[in-house]
Nanobody, 122 residues
Framework: QVQLVESGGGLVQAGGSLRLSCTASGRTFSTYAVGWFRQAPGKEREFVAARSWNIGTTYYTDSVKGRFTVSGDNDKKTVYLQMNSLKPEDTAVYYC???????????????WGQGTQVTVSS
């Protein structure tokens, strides 16, 4: 049974930083990709970032390029989304997901975390 547990969300002022964690049990990110998505109130869930260490691909949506970074522990059981220079428009529930490929699309990810709230005040 695969489970993804997220942590690290919270309230931060604009310009600040947060680091979200996603810990997997039942699989590791050394062989499966991680995707990060977010959903703001009243909006559809959207792609944020994805990374596949075994294939060597990394993707970021344009609005977070240069500000967000996906990384992982050496054993790749925990991965991170480092978020810098946060803006009020980054406010959303953030989800990590795991699947066979790093992709911007939802469908290939077969396991999802429970989500963690990120609120950026102006």
């Amino acid at each position: 049974q695969v489970q993804l547990v997220e942590s690290g969300g919270g309230l931060v002022q604009a310009g600040g930083s947060l680091r979200l964690s996603c810990t997997a049990s039942g699989r590791t990110f050394s062989t499966y990709a991680v995707g990060w998505f977010r959903q703001a109130p009243g909006k559809e869930r959207e792609f944020v970032a994805a990374r596949s260490w075994n294939i060597g691909t990394t993707y970021y949506t344009d609005s977070v390029k240069g500000r967000f970074t996906v990384s992982g522990d050496n054993d790749k059981k925990t991965v991170y989304l480092q978020m810098n220079s946060l803006k009020p428009e980054d406010t959303a529930v953030y989800y990590c997901a795991s699947g066979p490929l790093a992709t911007t699309h939802f469908a290939p990810y077969d396991y999802w975390g429970q989500g963690t709230q990120v609120t950026v005040s102006s």
